[in-house]
């Protein structure tokens, strides 16, 4: 009786403070004003983002460089990637390669080189006290590299070896062959590196390429730190006034032929989990319906809560991982959704993920699923930038790919303003399921039907 009392006494209490709790008003939208940035050209072509920032004692560098993957010539694929391993750790005119790793060891201090398909990049960090020391190495790296032989030989042994294990993860390995038979094998977005093009790199190679690519008028510069900007970009422009002068002729990347109707590709692999990659085609860069796209992309494969994720993974329990994105590039862009899953589900997931982008390419969405993905998208952008450095970059970068000026300023509204007219669209326009190129990889003997069912089958040997 006692027990039943208490109980009743809780239950009323509990309802006495749901009714007590304060009504809070609705979110309201969220303000981006970024701040802005003042840019820099010198004389000799090269802009600079530059901002002083005295929360740590430190400064932050980054140098991108109008080069990339897509310019590697004929029967050179790895040349960009290799460049960029040897202007790091190939030494320079005035430091050897033991002599700057020990002296950033000593400083504290970094300096690191990478490359992807449309930009280089070379980027530094260390303390304000050390700025002028470590910057000294830096620019040497790209006015003077020395591309010393040991060190070449030992980074195209470096790069062959990861050639031959590509295929060691067959989750990247369905994504990167995917989107090479999407572009075309010979394409510039879907050529890869081989042991006998890493291998036929030259010496010469690498003074060539620096010759045609590394010029002031080729790089975008973004800083950010405690110095004073005015020092900080007259410390810049000193330091790179030995950039070799004069315009690139960049090669011309020409547009892909893009699949017209469904194929699927299969690599068949005694292997325990599939991967499965559906490659839809997408927007490049500088295309206003990439706002549209984004909020799409959210809502079908944002994260666990997206309608795949809801639908494929936790409804169906078909997936380990299921997602979708988009990427931009000068030239075309893609759509590529992911689906993880065991042999036996392969067939069934990949139908349920085609039916569910044909169901959304038909006007079927839920507008409260809808909102939530443009709030998810503005949130997570918001947040990007969480030091002074990481919007100078940002807006450095715009200017690198030829955005308008309010690219960055504009963003947050012009996802807002994406209705669910524009989403109904954009689903019709981009998921058309019957042109999807699909890339499977594993062991066909488990599948539950065979993937013919989805489409004519091309089977290729792993290399």
């Known amino acids: 009786m006692k027990k039943s009392i208490f109980l009743l006494g809780a239950l009323i209490m509990n309802a006495n403070l749901r009714a007590s709790e304060p009504k809070l008003p609705p979110m309201g939208k969220v303000e981006f004003n970024p701040p802005k940035v003042e840019r820099v050209q010198t004389q000799e072509g090269t802009v600079i983002y530059a901002q002083t920032d005295k929360t740590l004692p430190m400064i932050r560098v980054t140098a991108m460089i109008k080069t990339g993957r897509v310019y590697d010539p004929a029967g050179k694929t790895g040349l960009t990637d290799l460049f960029m391993t040897m202007i790091r750790d190939g030494g320079t005119a005035k430091y050897k390669p033991e002599d700057i790793d020990r002296k950033l060891e000593f400083l504290g201090a970094s300096i690191e080189a990478s490359a992807n398909n449309e930009e280089a990049r070379l980027s530094m960090y260390c303390l304000s006290k050390d700025f002028d020391e470590v910057f000294s190495i830096f ?66 190679d690498l003074k060539n390429y620096h010759s045609r690519y590394i010029k002031a008028a080729n790089i975008v510069v973004a800083a950010a730190g405690n110095m004073e900007r005015n020092e900080l970009v007259s410390k810049i422009k000193a330091g790179l006034s030995a950039l070799p002068k004069g315009n690139t002729d960049f090669p011309k990347i020409p547009d892909p032929k893009l699949p017209s109707q469904r194929k699927v590709y299969l690599i068949d692999k005694p292997i325990s989990q599939t991967s499965v990659v559906i490659v839809n085609e997408g927007v490049k860069r500088h295309d206003d ?82 909102e939530s993905a ?90």
């Not at 038979?181 to 081989?194: A, N, V």
């Not at 807006?395 to 030829?402: D, K, L």
């Open 374 to 463: 443009k709030n998810q998208i503005i949130n997570s952008f918001v947040f990007r930038f969480p030091t002074v450095f990481d919007l100078v970059e940002e807006r450095a970068s715009y200017e690198f790919y030829g955005y308008k000026d309010g690219y960055l300023d504009n963003y947050v509204k012009n996802i807002d303003s994406v209705s669910m007219e524009d989403v109904a669209k954009t689903a019709k326009e981009f998921y058309k399921t019957d042109k999807s190129l699909i890339f499977v990889v594993g062991d066909s003997k488990k599948f539950d039907k065979p993937l013919s069912e989805l489409g004519p089958v091309e089977q290729l040997q792993e290399d």
């Open 139 to 204: 620019s040497d790296m790209l006015a003077a590299p020395a591309f010393d032989g040991k060190i070449l030989n030992l980074k195209k042994e470096e790069a062959i070896e990861l050639v031959r294990r590509r295929n060691d993860k067959p989750d990247r390995q369905a994504a990167r062959e995917a989107l090479r038979m999407f572009f075309g094998k010979d394409h510039p977005y879907g050529i890869r590196p081989e042991k006998e093009t890493i291998a036929g790199i030259g010496y010469q």
């Open 289 to 370: 319906r990439e706002y549209p796209l984004a909020v799409l992309s959210e809502y079908m494969g944002g994260g666990i809560q997206s309608k795949l994720g809801r639908e494929i993974r936790s409804n169906r329990g078909l997936a380990y991982t299921v997602y979708s994105y988009f990427s931009k590039r000068n030239v075309s862009g893609f759509i590529q959704t992911y689906l993880g899953t065991k042999p036996q589900s392969c067939f069934e997931g990949t139908s349920e993920i085609l039916n569910q982008l044909k169901t959304a390419s038909e006007g079927s969405f839920e507008k409260e699923a809808v």
